[in-house]
């Protein structure tokens, strides 16, 4: 077993050594140009991008025409949202939109409503329940005449809650709202049909799944005009004129990989690490009862456990914990002392937040690896003392 042990698979993936191994030649003797029409090297290239993006589409049941690769989850997201307000103001000259959103949503979407608050555009941030669901009713409720978008994430990075995307996509169909989301942790891990859960606008990343890092998709229902994106990034007009820049083919490759292996593992995958995260959990569990879990206990990814330990400060159980790598929240806030905003939205008091593990198992975590990070937490939870001014009174809240 090597040292430390990685569980913190939400953050990011290690790329699958097959998706490397389908990546090399694009760094090497295929190195063309895919937009170069005039050569054999651009025609491997462009070969290798077209297989991957019909790899992509597969995933997610869309077709290879509905691909727009970005450098990641986060551009695509920026597209998304920016895109359709700025599409919606360059077609009609409309200034009023407003976008509804939820209180757990990834920095990448918040910040995005944010930047265009700035602009004028108004947004309604939902309050989510224990579990950190949004309520489709909430959703319905929140719609308003100059509502363009809705955007929900399909599975939250912290806790692992699973959205009812299905109800929330009927509600917005009912409407006539686009409905974006993010599903960055749930492509490639749980079943992603946009077929049957019909998200106009889809943001997901390679290496949120085993593929290479700055390499990402959105998903634009249709090629038709419905969907007024104004692209974000202008130049030769790849990607439909949405997304230019010459095409990162290794990664793209690579990308096209990892979605080919996750279709085909990802029910084995899911059942062997939910055992493999049922273990930590118990095993956590047994030695240190007055610890309670996050995030729905059903519908749940089966790679998150985010777990409380009353009384203690997560970042000291970190730090005296180097052999195991877990996170306390989403690595983009781990650099700001601000306790979690997702668990504060599920109603955690902040002394709770702080007080919290994210662990995120993953397709290379072994039962010897779990065994090892279960006894380190529980030592570290049992030796650190638990501080008077963290006294914890209402924990039982939400609990269960
Ligand atoms: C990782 C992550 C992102 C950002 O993805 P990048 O590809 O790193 O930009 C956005 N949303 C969620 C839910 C994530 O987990």
Not at 48 to 72: C, H, K, M, N
Not at 76 to 94: D, F, P, T
Not at 120 to 128: A, D, E, Q
Not at 167 to 173: F, L
Request: charged share 20%; glycine share 8%; hydrophobic share 40%.
């Amino acid at each position: 077993m090597r040292l430390p042990v990685y569980l913190d698979n939400q953050a990011t993936t290690p790329l699958d050594p097959r998706v490397l191994e389908a990546m090399l030649p694009y760094f090497t003797e295929h190195f063309g140009n895919a937009a170069s029409k005039a050569h054999e090297f651009g025609w491997m290239a462009e070969a290798a991008v077209d297989v991957a993006r019909g790899q992509v589409a597969r995933l997610i049941g869309a077709d290879s025409s509905e691909i727009i690769f970005t450098s990641g989850a986060t551009e695509s997201i920026n597209l998304a949202l920016k895109g359709l307000v700025e599409g919606h103001r360059r077609r009609n000259g409309r200034q009023e939109m407003h976008i509804v959103t939820a209180a757990t949503e990834h920095h990448a979407v918040l910040d995005t409503c944010k930047a265009l608050g700035m602009s004028g555009v108004r947004y309604t941030v939902l309050r989510v329940d224990h579990f950190g669901r949004v309520e489709p009713d909430a959703v319905s409720r929140a719609i308003q005449d100059d509502t363009i978008l809705v955007s929900v994430m399909w599975a939250n990075n912290e806790i692992g809650t699973i959205a009812p995307m299905s109800e929330i996509s009927e509600v917005c169909r009912a409407k006539g709202v686009l409905l974006h989301s993010d599903a960055t942790q749930a492509v490639g891990k749980i079943p992603v049909d946009i077929r049957s859960i019909p998200a106009d606008l889809l943001s997901f990343s390679a290496h949120k799944m085993y593929g290479p890092k700055g390499i990402g998709a959105l998903y634009v229902r249709g090629t038709g005009q419905r969907i007024p994106l104004a692209p974000q990034i202008d130049g030769g007009g790849h990607e439909r004129g949405l997304r230019s820049g010459t095409l990162n083919v290794p990664a793209i490759a690579g990308f096209g990989k990892a979605a080919k292996l996750a279709a085909a593992e990802m029910e084995e995958e899911s059942k062997r690490v939910a055992e493999l995260r049922d273990l930590l959990e118990r095993q956590i569990c047994a030695a240190l009862p007055d610890v309670f879990m996050n995030g729905h206990p059903v519908d749940r990814l089966a790679n998150s456990a985010s777990i409380t330990f009353p009384g203690r400060r997560a970042d000291a159980m970190i730090l005296a914990m180097k052999d195991v790598a877990v996170s306390t929240g989403s690595a983009c806030s781990s650099a700001m002392p601000e306790p979690s905003h997702v668990l504060q939205a599920i109603g955690r008091l902040s002394a709770d937040a702080r007080a919290t593990l994210r662990f995120g198992l993953g397709r290379f975590t072994t039962e010897e690896e779990v065994l090892y990070a279960a006894r380190r937490v529980v030592e570290v939870a049992a030796g650190s003392q638990p501080a008077a001014e963290l006294f914890h009174s209402f924990g039982n809240q939400g609990r269960h």
